[in-house]
């Protein structure tokens, strides 16, 4: 469930919809999880677990901070622990029913983000159907006017 919810993370924030969190979406990202950095913070962030040297935060990447989070290597100040401090849930703390809240309302947030593609691809199909048919028409139309023509 820890994976779903980073997995969350990255499919909320995402928004290339690239499998990569950018700059400018790790800028948006630590803003609405009330830790904004700066412009240098936020390319210090992605430096320290960027292992392809890209700019961009992938999967992997991601996971790394939590990774070194949890193995203590990250800095206390450092924005990637306030992002790994921001997405974790002390179960001595919040107990095991906080716990258990906290996980149903991400599989919850992932689930009305799969109805919400679903719509948005159905819309999409939609498009693409209509646009065949008017190039359909037109095709045919041509072809009568081409009878007209001759």
């Known amino acids: 469930l820890f994976n779903l919810f980073i997995y ?3 499919f909320e924030y995402d928004a290339g ?3 990569f969190i950018d700059l400018m979406e790790l800028k948006l990202m ?3 999880l009330g830790a904004p950095q700066t412009h240098l913070g936020l390319k210090s962030m992605i430096k320290e677990v960027d292992e392809d040297f890209d ?3 992938s999967f992997r990447e991601f996971l790394l901070i939590f990774h070194k989070a949890a193995a203590g290597e990250l800095q206390e100040d450092s924005g990637l622990m ?3 401090k921001l997405s974790e849930i002390d179960v001595a703390l919040e107990g095991v029913k906080g716990a258990k809240n906290f996980f149903e309302a991400k599989v919850q947030a992932l689930s009305s983000a799969s109805k919400f593609e ?3 691809k159905a819309e999409q199909d939609e498009r693409k159907r209509e646009e ?3 190039r359909l028409r037109q ?3 041509q072809k009568l006017k081409a009878n007209f023509n001759t």
């Open 82 to 84: 306030a992002l790994a």
């Open 55 to 57: 700019g961009k935060l």
């Open 118 to 120: 679903a719509e948005l």
């Open 132 to 134: 065949e048919e008017r």
């Open 8 to 10: 969350l993370f990255i």
């Open 30 to 32: 630590m803003e609405k």
């Open 17 to 19: 919809r690239d499998g």
């Open 139 to 141: 095709a045919a139309f």
